[in-house]
Structures are given as structure tokens and as C-alpha cells.
């Protein structure tokens, strides 16, 4: 009973400035790391471990006992060892018992077990006040003053006072906590270090899948065409001048398919009346990873930026100059200024860079250390009406860029359209659409669709 009775005053928030010492087993480099961490806030540190022996890795101002000893000194205990040893905790039960465990291991592959290692913590020691949390912090992290990694602790556990207990030392240790919910959440928590990049996988391989498939078409196109019909040998247009015109096409490609899944979700919303209905999983999925895909286009037009500056060095572009020199020297002649191109080529590299510096400054504002100091109005302005603006900067960069091509005959090699002409397709028909939600006979239901009106509820007052 007096046992029982210190361990839930041990629990209590305590009132005085000193900090709880707080015991960890396992003298690992997790365990190391994260028992250093914690004398640095002020935590006094007790550890459990077989060997009482004091090593020169463990910090200097911990103390070191056996389990049973440590576990009797703090009334939170972080368990920083594999799940295949936990059967050695089941002696200590009634030492444990009404104390915090904190579970913060992790698995080799997704759902190992069938229950998660908190839960099984839980079942083997029922009298303890589960808490799973700092399992997606790594030791290097903790190390290296977490400057360079994710600050997010996901914490979840039934017992509220016991979760409170444990963010409250999330915050102390200068990370930031965030509550998942019941135990039931640590099969997800335990599952988060081990997917890698689940975020990226749709938006990475449809840019590859869709880089290789414009890759090979401007190959057949610029190189295979021209050597069986004209016997050029451009085969060094690999290098440079294919890469230079995939990567503007994937940059708009993948740019308005950032914005196409609003489109659709818009659309469905109003042909259902309500918003209170899920959106199909491939369109959740897509809106998802709608930040993936933006950064990823970033890079691409990043890439076409570098490409364009570094092409006056090339020698087939010298050659050409040249050539293009002494062709009216030689005519003695030279050639007029056309305005007509001088105006288009200034226009394209105008709005080129004025859509380019607005791509920019969506992918800086989608950074977390951004979009953090931003409300959701600013956010949303610069996410939505700068993007679009951006979409039609670029959509209009590649128009004015190709424009004098789309009716040129020669411009159709194999009767195939070329490459602008095929990344204008989901550009326009993105703005297009747009263009028709933004009308106010539209945009008012949709509006209103938005804010909970239904056009058929299911439950009137």
C-alpha cells in the first residue's frame, strides 16, 4: 500500500523547479545519447543495467545501478531495449508497477509482430503505465542538438496523466511532442521510421516513368529522325539539348499536376452538393502528396535554369554562331533585325523568369520553418493564387517559347507533335477548367458547399 501510495505521489506534477530523475534502461547509444540530453536540461539521470560498473561512455554525472535499484528511484522509465529482451522486466513487475515505461524501440520491417512492442510491453506488465514515444528521433539526432532533424516526438498512451508526464520532457529536451492518441497508435508510430519516403514513392516514380518516356521521344525524334532522313549525327544532343527540353516539359507537367487534384475534388463537390462525403482513395493519395510533386518540379525547372546558362559554352552552339557570321561575311550582307523575334524571345525569357521566381518562392513557403510563421490565409494566397499565377507564367513561358512551331509542318516529325505541344496539354486544360469554377454562378455553390451547406442532408433540423 505505501508502495502503491509513493508511486502515485511520484506521479503528481511536481511544484518546485528541481526536475524528477528519470531512469533508463539500456546503456546503448540511444540510451547514452538520450540520458545525456537530459542532464543537459537538468535532469538527474539513473541507469539500469546488468553491469553496475561504471564505463567511460556513459555520462559523467549519471549514476549507474542495477535495474531493480534504478527502477525504485524514478517513477518514469525509459525502456531503451529490443522487444527480445523484454521477458527480463517480468521479475521487476511489482517494482514496476504504477510506474511510466517508456517504450521507444522500433522493428526491422513493417508490422513484425502482430501487436506493437508498446503493446506487448503493456501485456507483460499490466501495472505499468505504458507510454510509447522517441522511437522516430534518432541518437545522432540527440547528439548533434537535433539541429538537423525532425524536432516531432509522436507520443500515444492510455493513461493521460502518464502521456502529459512524457511530452512534458519531449518539450524540455527542446523537440516537440505530438499526441497520437491511445496505445492503439503505436503499431503507426513504430511503423513511420521504417517506411522510406512513403510520401515521395508516387510523385518520384511518376516523374521518372513520365522523364523516360520524353527522354526516348525527343531521341527518336532529334537524333534517330535526323540520321536516317537528313544523315546528322546528333547523338551528342543526349547531353545537354534533350535533357534542356525535358526538364522545362516535366517542370509545367508536373506544376499543373499540383493543382489538377483541386480541380477534381472541386468538381466532385459540386456534383455531389456536400462536402461531408470522402473523396476517392486515388484522389486522397494524390492530394497528399501534392508538396512532393511541387518540389520535385521546382528541381526539374532549377535544372532547365542551369541547362539554358551553360549552353553558350557549348561548342555545337558556337559552331552555329560562327558559322552564321561568316555565312554573311562572306554573302557580304547582313541580316536585318526581326522585331517580331526580338520581341518574342525577350517576352518568353521574361515570363520564364518571372515564373520561375514565383516557383521559388512556393517551394520556400511549402518549408516547414515557413509555412510555420505564416497563417493560414497568407499560406493559402501564396499556395493557391500565386501558384496559379506561376502555372500561367510558365504555361505562357512555353507558349510564346514554341508557339511559331505548333503549325509549322516540319515541326511534326513521323506526323508525332513535338514536345511543347505536348506538355501544353494538362496546363491549359488545368487553367481552362479554372477559368469556369472561378465564375461567380460557380464559385458561390461551390463556396457555400465548402462551408457545410448540402443540397440533399440526410438530417434536416
Not at 113 to 141: I, R
Not at 320 to 338: C, H, V
Not at 431 to 436: A, G, P, R, S, Y
Request: proline share 5%.
Amino acid at each position: 500500500m505505501n508502495k502503491n501510495s509513493s508511486n502515485t505521489m511520484a506521479l503528481a506534477p511536481t511544484t518546485s523547479n528541481k526536475r524528477e530523475t528519470v531512469c533508463i534502461f539500456g546503456t546503448g547509444d540511444f540510451g547514452r545519447a538520450l540520458g545525456h540530453k537530459m542532464i543537459q536540461s537538468g535532469y538527474p539521470v539513473v541507469y539500469g543495467s546488468r553491469s553496475t560498473q561504471i564505463s567511460n561512455l556513459i555520462p559523467k554525472d549519471a549514476e549507474v545501478l542495477s535495474h531493480a535499484e534504478a527502477a525504485q528511484k524514478a517513477a518514469i522509465i525509459i525502456i531503451a531495449i529490443q522487444r527480445q529482451h523484454y521477458n527480463f522486466l517480468t521479475p521487476l513487475a511489482e517494482v514496476l508497477h504504477g510506474k511510466v515505461l517508456v517504450d521507444i524501440s522500433n522493428n526491422l520491417k513493417l508490422n513484425q509482430y502482430p501487436e506493437s512492442n508498446a503493446e506487448y510491453l503493456a501485456q507483460l506488465l499490466p501495472g505499468s503505465k505504458v507510454v510509447k514515444a522517441f522511437n522516430t528521433v534518432s541518437a545522432w539526432a540527440l547528439q548533434s542538438g537535433t539541429l538537423d532533424a525532425s524536432r516531432q516526438v509522436f507520443v500515444c498512451g492510455d493513461d493521460v496523466e502518464a502521456k502529459q508526464m512524457v511530452m512534458d520532457i519531449v518539450r524540455a529536451l527542446g523537440l516537440t511532442p505530438l499526441d497520437k492518441g491511445s496505445l492503439l497508435a503505436a503499431q503507426e508510430i513504430e511503423n513511420y521510421p521504417l517506411q522510406l519516403f512513403p510520401m515521395w514513392k508516387f510523385p518520384f516514380f511518376l516523374s521518372l516513368g513520365l522523364t523516360a518516356f520524353f527522354f526516348v521521344y525527343c531521341v527518336v525524334l532529334d537524333i534517330v529522325y535526323t540520321y536516317i532522313y537528313e544523315n546528322n549525327d546528333f547523338s551528342f544532343f543526349i547531353a545537354i539539348t534533350i535533357p534542356n527540353r525535358v526538364c522545362p516539359v516535366m517542370a509545367l507537367i508536373l506544376l499543373a499536376l499540383v493543382y489538377l487534384p483541386g480541380i477534381f475534388a472541386a468538381i466532385i463537390q459540386l456534383y455531389r452538393g456536400t462536402k461531408y462525403r470522402r473523396f476517392p482513395d486515388w484522389l486522397d493519395r494524390w492530394m497528399l502528396c501534392r508538396k512532393q510533386l511541387g518540389l520535385i518540379a521546382l528541381a526539374f525547372a532549377s535544372l532547365h535554369v542551369v541547362f539554358t546558362l551553360v549552353s553558350p559554352l557549348r561548342a555545337f552552339v558556337r559552331w552555329r554562331t560562327n558559322r552564321g557570321i561568316i555565312s554573311q561575311a562572306l554573302n557580304n550582307q547582313t541580316e536585318p533585325l526581326d522585331h517580331t523575334n526580338a520581341w518574342l524571345s525577350d517576352s518568353y525569357l521574361a515570363l520564364g523568369i518571372l515564373g520561375y521566381f514565383l516557383f521559388v518562392l512556393l517551394g520556400i513557403t511549402s518549408l516547414p520553418s515557413v509555412s510555420n510563421n505564416v497563417n493560414w490565409r497568407e499560406f493559402r494566397f501564396v499556395q493557391s493564387k500565386l501558384g496559379y499565377l506561376a502555372l500561367i507564367l510558365c504555361t505562357a513561358h512555353t507558349m510564346v517559347y514554341g508557339g511559331t512551331w505548333f503549325l509549322s509542318p516540319s515541326a511534326y516529325k513521323w506526323y508525332l507533335p513535338n514536345i511543347y505541344i505536348l506538355s501544353l496539354i494538362i496546363p491549359c486544360a488545368v487553367l481552362v477548367v479554372k477559368f469556369v469554377l472561378v465564375f461567380p454562378c460557380v464559385d458561390k455553390p461551390l463556396t457555400r458547399i465548402r462551408q457545410g451547406w448540402e443540397r440533399n442532408p440526410k438530417y434536416s433540423e
